[in-house]
């Protein structure tokens, strides 16, 4: 992909203010019309050392409306970033609704430059590839506009460049060394481009050697990408409008899953511990619990656990159970209700993402990212083609969790409609408990055949090894709570 | 204080029951009408190790509803954070408007055991102290309600917890180390809470022996904190009402400040650069800009650079040729417009710490924290007794910058009103020009003489030594830009 911008293309002076007259205006209307839809638009920007990243990046901020753009370099890294999965620090950084983001360095730097240096082996190197592709392809589903821009140059030019640079001291601190490995450099990104190379986001080599050149191409490929964003914000709209007013509860649409046995009937309702029993356990567990969290932390592991379950299943009482046999330095709890502004201009994951525990820290969630698959889908908030692809995208996300080296434990706490109703009426008995059943509990009960579908499809498609849910008997809260500790105990120990 | 506290006071558990059957729903509806309120009420838990701290943070987090409830520990720290101002962890944290922030550990934390383990001299613990009476008095006035719990245990009653907690598995990793060091604990305290115990934020010394006495203790007062934090909210809200609906603008109130000769009309507007001594200036300027940028990251450095003037008075293309002199890997540009959800739920200075920068990096920002005694002022937003008491709030934050060292410089770009009109006319007429050009700016530009007059008080009262104003002659931009990039090289080389 790289020799096509070996040809040393140049622009004259004049022929680049005449393109600017008419490329600036377009690219600030097409910038205004961003702002004002729910799109965003993610620039990468790199390439070659010298080829004028930096250069392209200040007049990106130039040109476009700087109050709607975000430029982030990605470069050395804080321990708070290396402490969590690759993807963190991208996601932390993602522009919100309306914004342009200017990645200069973006997910593709560490790989490249480990594979280069062979830090990294080739056996992990493409895999990784293959991560990003699947990242760019959710995020590209997700509304994101993604634009890929490698400034190549020659060799020689590359020589050239870095030469004027270090006269000017602008000379990067790794920008000789690099430039020693260029063949290799080369052959290197010459392999992710081609494998990282898609429609959702297929990139865009630029012949770096003239400035005047690649600014005037650049400029035009982000104008590009402003407006067909813009474009389809409106048609998705339009379609939105003239869909039915009140569409009734999406039908699930031809997919890999196939109903099969329930995973719900499965569980036995009926077990029970006595007081006793618990009463000998629970302190037990909670000792055991209580020093694999800190052995956790020395180890420099950290821990997701997320609570999902029926409305008066126990969730929060369960969480309390786990909390307090943890030193509350170690553990966060995380309770997901509905989205902020800032959140809701995000892709779905982003505010899951922002929660992600450092190494040796433990996060809690009270609810949490299936919301997409359950509630969402249930309710009709989102469209069918969003929450179906989101088995998927939930699949991946988790899997970075387990690739970082993180435990992750899942529970669905499973109780009976009728054990539900006794709980709905406790509930409204007890002072202290009435806040706690609203009218859309009782909606919400009305509608359990559809969330117990939800509910079976959720478990059955994401439930991968190395993330398996694990589905609570919950009818009897003793059992229940030594069950999640128990199972807590076995992932930290597992993990360890 | 401690004494006060050491009386071995106990509670039956039937004394106990009956209490929190009260306790726990007062508790709860208090807690529902701070959510509905624009109040926050902040948390701190300290005291004794074995006190039971965590135990009491489990409590609040059963007693309140979890899901307004924000708990954080401080303890080890990020290098995101050594590298920041000591206060920056806890604006990071704060919680939003109508939440219930439980700080595990706060402010004095570190500054108690930096002077128990002498890290810390006495001459820079007191000034310590006092900046954190200076700090919770801010955020008194702004709103937040500051609940200030300290655990505490005699030596003996201390002695007989750690061993229970040792057996239990339940030791934090630095409890045996500081129990040696209690009598220095208990006099470094003492000292520490007799300072900073001020009516905006008093200490609730608690005698923590008996589990039962200590939690109902620490409930009431946070009971007590809730109501007083939804009546003053109430009051407010009521005074509001009852004040004319269209106020005029404020005016003045009595103050420190006496308006002297004009900080403005000593600019000398007149003064200009030939295209020909800018076009030798500006490369040599931005190289050793360059170059300084660099340094400064390898000095660890932090910098900060901060924009206000006029309307059209050049900000955007002066930050422009300050930001191409500089690796985009070292700077960030932030512009400041109306603030997003998640930041009107805070103190208006949390949406300035979210970007201070850390070591060795620079944050641009494009308008500022002055806003609030600008535009703020002005158009009537804030009233008087907020902005009045804005310019020490503001002295006190730029403070902390400037004592973890960084670099800080603030231009006010000054034009002539006639040079003002003369570039509104000329952004009407040039087509990528149009959009800075708003009916919004006519309307200021009316304004002008209520503008005039906050901008000289802002520049009288907010100059400290190291944190002088810079009032830049604007009528000339290439002037201008000039005076900007030597002022910022100036800063950086004393600052190196």
Same sequence: chains 1, 2.
Avoid at 63 to 89: G, I, K, N
Avoid at 115 to 134: G, M, N, Q, S, Y
Avoid at 332 to 344: F, L
Avoid at 350 to 361: A, Q
């Amino acid at each position: 992909m790289l020799d096509s911008a070996e040809q040393g293309l140049t622009l004259s002076d004049r022929a680049y203010e005449t393109t600017l007259r008419h490329l600036r205006p377009a690219l600030l209307k097409a910038h205004f019309a961003l702002a004002r839809s729910p799109r965003q638009v993610l620039v990468i920007v790199s390439g070659s050392d010298g080829a004028g990243k930096g250069e392209l990046v200040h007049r990106f901020n130039e040109w476009l409306d700087p109050r709607a753009v975000a430029t982030q370099a990605f470069w050395d890294h804080s321990d708070e970033e290396e402490e969590r999965p690759h993807f963190w620090r991208f996601w932390k950084a993602m522009p919100g609704a309306g914004k342009v983001g200017i990645f200069f360095g973006s997910w593709y730097t560490r790989p490249i430059i480990d594979r280069v240096t062979k830090a990294r082996r080739k056996r992990e190197f493409v895999p990784e590839l293959d991560r990003i592709v699947e990242f760019e392809r959710m995020l590209a589903a997700g509304g994101v506009q993604v634009v890929k821009l490698w400034l190549h140059l020659t060799k020689d030019a590359q020589g050239r460049r870095l030469k004027e640079l270090a006269k000017a001291g602008r000379l990067g601190p790794n920008d000789r060394a690099h430039f020693k490995a260029y063949d290799r450099f080369r052959e290197v990104s010459e392999r992710a481009l081609e494998q990282t190379n898609h429609p959702a986001a297929p990139w865009h080599v630029v012949d770096a050697t003239d400035r005047r050149h690649r600014e005037v191409t650049c400029g035009k490929l982000v104008r590009a990408a402003l407006e067909s964003a813009v474009e389809s914000s409106a048609a998705e709209a339009k379609a939105k409008r003239t869909r039915s007013k009140k569409p009734a509860p999406a039908p699930s649409p031809a997919r890999a899953y196939a109903p099969g046995a329930s995973l719900l009937d499965a569980v036995d309702l009926s077990q029970r511990l006595t007081v006793a029993a618990y009463e000998r356990e629970m302190p037990r567990l909670q000792e055991r619990l209580s020093r694999l969290a800190w052995a956790a932390r020395d180890a420099h592991r950290a821990t997701v656990l997320l609570f999902e379950g029926w409305d008066a299943a126990g969730k929060g009482s369960a969480i309390r159970r786990v909390t307090q046999a943890m030193d509350p330095r170690l553990y966060r709890v995380v309770g997901i209700a509905a989205p902020t502004e800032e959140e809701r201009a995000q892709h779905y994951l982003w505010r899951f993402w922002r929660h992600v525990p450092r190494d040796g820290r433990i996060t809690i969630f009270d609810r949490s990212w299936y919301g997409r698959v359950l509630v969402e889908r249930v309710e009709g908030f989102a469209p069918v083609a969003d929450w179906d692809r989101a088995y998927g995208e939930i699949n991946a996300f988790e899997r970075q969790l387990t690739d970082h080296g993180m435990a992750l434990a899942k529970f669905w706490i499973h109780v009976s409609p009728a054990e539900q109703l006794k709980r709905f009426k406790e509930r409204q008995r007890v002072a202290w408990k009435q806040h706690k059943i609203t009218d859309e509990d009782w909606r919400n009960r009305k509608k359990m055949p559809a969330y117990r579908e939800a509910v079976e499809e959720m478990l059955a498609r994401c439930s991968p090894a190395e993330a398996p849910w694990t589905v609570v008997a919950g009818n009897d809260k003793r059992f229940a709570r030594v069950q999640i500790l128990r199972t807590v105990i076995e992932r930290l120990e597992r993990a360890l």
